[in-house]
């Protein structure tokens, strides 16, 4: 009988059970256990007048930039709310599959789209983009990275930030520390938060210790510098960013750990 890649081992993922959903599938797919401890979720934030009226007179607007697929949906569920219509010759731009998936299922197509899923890859092609005077709209979370409108501003654009969306912690410490009573071959953290909001729950506690013979896997290098920030040590970091690539490499380190034993 072929042995299921994941077999025995649980996973834990620290996104909502909507986020989490397809990983979850996946991961049960093949003979893991997967366990969903939310240590992140959003909720959307209300506008000033003075945005509603930025968002009233896109056609002012050159570029939407947008950086998460939660951005997209928010600042959607924002413009059907008010009746705003985008006109199609808006530029837009994203960083990540995820987010350029998330503005497909609303109609539209992204612009731009750099080839690494971080920041600096967006400023990099925006290097190349015509932006001296243009109007940006910077569609954010509350804990967005300033990079991109200070970068954009640099370069000449009129960039403006609207804050879409905010971050919080859904979990307890109660939950989290009966986690560690059970066996856990592997935790995800998908965000600098997830990280943050970890290590503010068990403070005080042997943390570290519990985390001894487990793999610590982070989506992006931005995580990852929280992460050892945070005294944790990564060891999986997918080349691309994303939960079905970490997954992916996860299950390689773990055949080549089989093979050792």
Request: proline share 5%.
């Amino acid at each position: 009988m072929t042995t299921l890649p994941l077999e025995k081992k649980t996973i834990v993922l620290t996104r909502n059970e909507v986020k989490s959903k397809e990983i979850v599938e996946e991961i049960v797919h093949k003979g893991g256990q997967a366990i969903v401890l939310p240590l992140i979720d959003f909720r959307p934030t209300q506008l000033s007048n003075s945005e509603i009226e930025l968002l009233s007179n896109l056609e002012e607007v050159n570029w939407l930039v947008f950086t998460s697929a939660n951005g997209v949906d928010y600042f959607f569920k924002i413009i059907h709310k008010l009746h705003i219509v985008l006109h199609e010759s808006l530029n837009i731009a994203v960083v990540g599959t995820k987010t350029k998936e998330a503005l497909h299922r609303h109609g539209f197509q992204p612009t731009l789209l750099p080839k690494e899923f971080v920041a600096e890859g967006l400023i990099e092609v925006f290097q190349q983009q015509p932006i001296k005077n243009k109007k940006i709209i910077y569609i954010r979370g509350n804990l967005a990275r300033d990079l991109i409108p200070k970068e954009l501003t640099s370069l000449g654009a009129k960039v403006h930030e609207l804050t879409v969306y905010e971050t919080f912690c859904p979990t307890e410490t109660k939950e989290l520390v009966t986690l560690f009573s059970n066996k856990i071959d592997a935790i995800t953290f998908t965000s600098p938060s997830t990280v943050n909001h970890f290590v503010q729950l068990l403070e005080g506690t042997q943390w570290k210790s519990w985390l001894s013979g487990v793999v610590v896997c982070c989506i992006g290098p931005i995580t990852e510098k929280a992460a050892i920030r945070a005294g944790l040590i990564p060891t999986i970091v997918p080349h691309t960013y994303t939960m079905n690539h970490l997954i992916d490499e996860l299950i390689s380190y773990f055949q080549k750990e089989g093979k050792r034993v």
